[in-house]
């Protein structure tokens, strides 16, 4: 099946004790054995089934059903929030001692955990500029456990090349995990370019309504752990926390998406509310509707600022000079380029802030990924804290305006930049 159709009906079982036709939200934590046989099966792993409420539940099985399909997946696992589900992917096969390569162009809660958090629990962060792919190679030694990559990275929008760098990667024997949370499947499927694990925000553009929190992990099943044993051994020696069990041996191509809800979910415990993953799956039934819109809107947004007087320069990948447009003519479906558009005004800081106060449709949240146009000025927010010459570095001028682009009409939006920008 396509890709809009898939998101309405992948995963989707009526519920046979009650015919509702949609899947409810299971809001009870303990699940019924039939047996003390099944009980036992269920905690072996021997039987996948419902236990307790933090390791799974039917409203958050379907959505990890859907999106295993959307993406191409053989399984996945639905978290808290995106942080949970980039710590979790990343700490089911990295420990204390080990490190992995990863692009520089991350969001800013991801780029903290890697070079600050991780480095507290003896994991090291290795980053590179990703335009060169060899730069992954040459960062890694033979404590290197992966790659990583955030597939449509803000502010600067330079797209990260996946299948070349999934190249480098099958060539030296690690997997490539991407964060896929601002092109979403609806752009853009990764696996399908040779990334192994794909993880996601899902309170951005999945749930799309700014309405409530979520992660996901998405696994292609495809990374062959056993290939190289001694560099894995977390996903290859036997596992003293379930009775020493051997993942690859016992679940195959499963084996990293069951370990990290057997061992990351349940000892750390950042599971997904089941009200969150309802919301996430009516979400999922209109993304590629939303995606669309977004798209077509943003792409006459950008259009419209790089013609602006005021505005010195606009950040669009389909204004790009540098490969980024033929990079998303590449990866992405359709010609599309995403909803985030950049802005550098005429005016520094002072022209950036005005703007933003003046904007009246538009709303001033640090977020992304809702139906509505938002706007923020980075230079005084989410990136005061980093000194001028960095900021500068990672494309962030005195001037610049992140905008992320609604599904209202294209008309009204840039009506309300329009009458913003006479401000200055
Ligand atoms: C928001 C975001 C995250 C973090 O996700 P939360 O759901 O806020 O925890 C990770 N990566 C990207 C690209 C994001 O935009």
Same mark, same amino acid.
């Given at each position: 099946?396509?890709f809009?159709?898939?998101?309405?009906?992948?995963?989707?079982?009526?519920?046979?004790?009650?015919?509702?036709?949609?899947?409810?939200?299971?809001?009870?934590?303990?699940?019924?054995?039939?047996?003390?046989?099944?009980?036992?099966d269920? !905690?072996?792993?021997?039987?996948?089934?419902?236990?307790?409420?933090?390791?799974?539940?039917?409203?958050?099985?379907?959505?990890?059903?859907?999106?295993?399909?959307?993406?191409?997946?053989?399984?996945?696992?639905? +978290?808290?929030?995106?942080?949970?589900?980039?710590?979790?992917?990343?700490?089911?096969?990295?420990k204390a001692?080990?490190?992995?390569?990863?692009?520089?162009?991350?969001?800013?809660?991801?780029?903290?955990?890697?070079?600050?958090?991780?480095?507290?629990?003896?994991?090291?962060?290795?980053?590179?500029?990703?335009n060169?792919?060899?730069?992954?190679?040459?960062?890694?030694?033979?404590?290197?456990? +992966?790659?990583?990559?955030?597939?449509?990275?803000?502010?600067?929008?330079?797209?990260?090349?996946?299948?070349?760098?999934?190249?480098?990667?099958?060539?030296?024997?690690?997997?490539?995990?991407?964060?896929?949370?601002?092109?979403?499947?609806?752009?853009?499927?990764?696996?399908? =370019?040779?990334?192994?694990?794909?993880?996601?925000?899902?309170?951005?553009? +999945?749930?799309?309504?700014?309405?409530?929190?979520?992660?996901?992990?998405?696994?292609?099943?495809?990374?062959?752990?056993?290939?190289?044993?001694?560099?894995?051994?977390?996903?290859?020696?036997?596992?003293?926390?379930l009775?020493?069990?051997?993942?690859?041996?016992?679940?195959?191509?499963?084996?990293y998406?069951?370990? =990290?809800? &057997?061992?990351?979910?349940?000892? !750390?415990?950042?599971?997904?509310?089941?009200?969150?993953?309802?919301?996430?799956?009516?979400?999922?039934?209109?993304?590629?509707?939303?995606?669309?819109?977004?798209?077509?809107?943003?792409?006459?947004?950008?259009?419209?600022?790089?013609?602006?007087?005021?505005v010195?320069?606009?950040?669009?990948?389909?204004?790009?000079?540098?490969g980024?447009?033929?990079?998303?003519?590449?990866?992405?479906?359709?010609?599309?380029y995403? &909803?985030?558009?950049?802005?550098?005004v005429?005016?520094?800081?002072?022209?950036?802030?005005?703007?933003?106060?003046?904007?009246k449709?538009?709303?001033?949240?640090?977020?992304?990924?809702?139906?509505?146009?938002?706007?923020?000025?980075?230079?005084?927010t989410?990136?005061?804290?980093?000194p001028?010459?960095?900021?500068e570095k &990672?494309?962030?001028?005195?001037?610049?305006?992140? +905008?992320?682009?609604?599904?209202?009409h294209?008309?009204?939006?840039?009506?309300?930049?329009?009458?913003?920008?006479?401000?200055?």
């Amino acid at each position: 099946m396509h890709f809009e159709t898939k998101s309405i009906h992948s995963g989707q079982k009526y519920d046979p004790s009650t015919g509702s036709a949609i899947t409810p939200i299971h809001q009870n934590v303990s699940f019924q054995f039939e047996s003390a046989a099944q009980a036992a099966d269920r !905690f072996s792993l021997d039987e996948f089934g419902q236990i307790y409420a933090r390791m799974g539940n039917p409203t958050v099985d379907q959505f990890e059903a859907r999106m295993a399909e959307l993406d191409g997946g053989v399984g996945a696992l639905g +978290l808290a929030s995106g942080m949970t589900a980039i710590a979790y992917a990343i700490m089911n096969i990295c420990k204390a001692g080990d490190n992995f390569v990863t692009s520089r162009n991350l969001y800013g809660g991801v780029s903290n955990l890697f070079m600050n958090i991780f480095k507290d629990y003896g994991i090291e962060a290795r980053f590179v500029d990703h335009n060169n792919p060899e730069n992954f190679k040459n960062a890694m030694d033979d404590k290197t456990k +992966l790659f990583f990559g955030e597939v449509l990275p803000n502010p600067r929008l330079n797209i990260f090349p996946i299948e070349e760098v999934s190249k480098v990667a099958k060539e030296v024997g690690v997997p490539l995990i991407v964060d896929n949370t601002c092109a979403t499947p609806a752009l853009c499927r990764p696996i399908e =370019l040779g990334a192994d694990i794909v993880v996601y925000s899902a309170t951005k553009y +999945l749930g799309g309504h700014a309405n409530a929190m979520a992660g996901m992990v998405v696994d292609s099943g495809n990374f062959d752990w056993s290939k190289n044993p001694d560099r894995f051994p977390m996903m290859t020696q036997p596992d003293p926390s379930l009775h020493g069990i051997e993942w690859i041996k016992k679940f195959g191509k499963l084996a990293y998406i069951v370990k =990290l809800r &057997a061992t990351m979910l349940r000892d !750390f415990g950042g599971c997904l509310a089941p009200m969150n993953a309802y919301l996430m799956n009516q979400g999922l039934e209109t993304l590629s509707l939303r995606m669309e819109k977004h798209c077509k809107n943003a792409k006459k947004v950008a259009e419209f600022l790089q013609n602006h007087p005021k505005v010195e320069n606009t950040v669009y990948p389909s204004l790009a000079t540098d490969g980024t447009k033929e990079l998303a003519e590449k990866q992405f479906d359709n010609g599309y380029y995403g &909803a985030m558009v950049g802005m550098d005004v005429k005016g520094g800081t002072e022209a950036g802030k005005k703007v933003v106060e003046s904007l009246k449709m538009f709303y001033h949240v640090a977020h992304i990924g809702d139906v509505r146009s938002m706007a923020i000025h980075p230079a005084s927010t989410t990136h005061s804290q980093i000194p001028a010459k960095e900021r500068e570095k &990672a494309g962030i001028t005195d001037g610049y305006v992140r +905008l992320c682009i609604g599904i209202e009409h294209a008309d009204d939006i840039i009506a309300d930049l329009s009458q913003a920008l006479d401000k200055i």
